[in-house]
Structures are given as structure tokens and as C-alpha cells.
């Protein structure tokens, strides 16, 4: 199993610019998670899917982040406009059930 | 209870020697409990599982001990290796109908060869 696929690895952007953050889960999964650390507030659960449907988006900081799951193998994590705050690693995490969660490596986001 | 992550405690032992790592919960609803270890640059990587309806569980060199008295969790390695070497973190299942983990802070271990 190829475990949690997530791109890119690294991305570095400009305030205000579009950052698009994918994620492909563990074949056979039926949640998928979206986290954000940082070395001020640790891991943080921003929102989560089953099925393919939103969950708990109340991690969310704010309406310039969304995530979407248009099929079982496939999510992303738009933050439009980006700002110097969102700079953080942010990984995906998937699970077959409620339980146990298989994170990717993760995307480190700099945006300057 | 929530991530903080400003400082994370450090433990630091030398190869061959056994680890704990310890974690407060805050939960007393917390039915399902994890250790995670995070290597630098890497994802967290489930190490073991317990549910509340047990106190102990082992895994390779590995042990997790519950004790819901005092809402403590406890993570012991055994022969503690350099590749060991990793944050550990424990996160808890608030049983909120939700499928929602919270994290601890987490544990720095360093082992010297």
C-alpha cells in the first residue's frame, strides 16, 4: 500500500496568491482529514469528510480556507487569498474507520 | 487537552535503555486513545492503540498503559534504539459523535548511542 499520497511536498508563495493543497487517500479509506501544525498551536484538526462528505469544518480558520472531496480518492485544500499566517505543515490523514488514522508526509507551506 | 506545541518537553536516554513517555488526557469521555511518533520532516506514524475498556496493551518493544482514575496514558519502550529518536504524541477520541481526535502537546525523545 502506497499509504496517504499528498502535493507538493514543499510550496512557497506570495501573500495573496492561491495555494492548492491535494491529497489522495489510502485505497479503501472512508474519512479523510485535513490538519495543520504549527510550532505555536501543534496539530489541529481543520475538517474532515466521510464518504466524500463534509463532516466537521469547524477547524476551519476562516472563509479563505475550503476543502473539497469530489470522489473516494481524491481531496484538496484551497486557501485563496494566502497570508504570511497560514504558513504551516499541513497534513492529510485517512482511516477505514473511525479510529485509527494513517497520515501523509505532509506540505510544507511558506508564504511570504 | 489542546495542542499547545511552544515547548515540548524533552526526555533523553541512552540506547539500550527502557523510555516512558507520559500524557495527561482531559477527557474522562475519551474512549479510544493513540501514540503517534512524528520523525522530523515526516507525517505522525501510528505506533499503538488502546480502548478504554482495557489498562494495558503491548505492541513490538512497545506498551501502552491506561489508567482512567487519573486520566493518565503512558507509552513504554523497551531497548530504546537511535531510531527511536522522534516526537510522540498522544491523541484521544472525545467520543463526540464525531469522528475527532485531539493531540497532546508531545514528547521529544533523544536517544544517544
Known amino acids: 500500500d502506497a499509504g496517504v499520497i499528498q502535493s507538493p511536498r514543499h510550496e512557497v508563495t506570495e501573500m495573496g496568491q492561491e495555494v492548492t493543497l491535494r491529497c489522495k487517500p489510502i485505497?479503501?479509506?472512508?474519512?479523510l482529514f485535513w490538519y495543520r501544525q504549527t510550532m505555536m498551536r501543534g496539530l489541529e484538526l481543520l475538517i474532515y469528510f466521510n464518504n466524500n462528505v463534509p463532516i466537521d469544518d469547524s477547524g476551519m480558520p476562516e472563509d479563505r480556507f475550503s476543502a473539497k472531496m469530489p470522489n473516494a480518492s481524491f481531496s484538496t485544500l484551497k486557501i485563496q487569498p494566502s497570508e504570511p499566517r497560514d504558513s504551516a505543515v499541513y497534513f492529510c490523514?485517512?482511516?477505514?474507520?473511525?479510529?485509527?488514522?494513517?497520515f501523509g508526509p505532509g506540505t510544507r507551506l511558506t508564504v511570504l | 487537552g489542546e495542542s499547545v506545541g511552544l515547548h515540548l518537553p524533552t526526555l533523553s536516554v541512552q540506547e539500550g535503555d527502557n523510555s516512558i513517555i507520559n500524557c495527561a488526557y482531559s477527557?474522562?469521555?475519551?474512549?479510544?486513545f493513540i501514540w503517534y511518533k512524528q520523525e522530523s520532516g515526516k507525517g505522525p506514524q501510528f505506533i499503538i492503540d488502546i480502548r478504554s475498556n482495557m489498562d494495558k496493551r503491548q505492541g513490538q518493544r512497545v506498551t501502552v498503559l491506561l489508567n482512567k482514575t487519573v486520566k493518565h496514558l503512558s507509552l513504554q519502550i523497551a531497548a530504546t534504539q537511535p531510531g527511536d529518536s522522534a516526537v510522540y504524541f498522544c491523541?484521544?477520541?472525545?467520543?463526540?459523535?464525531?469522528?475527532?481526535?485531539?493531540f497532546g502537546t508531545g514528547t521529544r525523545l533523544l536517544v544517544s548511542p
Open positions: 491523541a484521544e477520541n472525545r467520543n463526540t459523535g464525531f469522528q475527532k481526535l485531539v
Open positions: 485505497s479503501g479509506h472512508d474519512y
Open positions: 490523514a485517512s482511516s477505514r474507520s473511525a479510529d485509527t488514522q494513517y
Open positions: 477527557n474522562s469521555a475519551s474512549d479510544y
